[in-house]
């Protein structure tokens, strides 16, 4: 159970980091979270399909 803690409290930061990057120019937060959602949605499926191709 505390390593489930640990593991989303790391991803909890991970996810604040890159918005707060994203934010910290001339975007909205609107634009900062489109793009940031458009991001992991592309990773993500890049790496369903190099799972499916294996």
Do not use: P, Y
């Not at 994203?22 to 489109?34: N, P, R, S, V, W």
């Amino acid at each position: 159970m505390e390593k489930n803690q640990k593991q989303e409290n790391k991803q909890s930061k991970k996810v604040k980091f890159i918005v707060i990057r994203e934010f910290l120019g001339d975007k909205t937060m609107q634009e900062a979270f489109e793009q940031l959602i458009e991001r992991q949605t592309c990773e993500h499926f890049e790496e369903w399909l190099e799972r499916k191709a294996s």
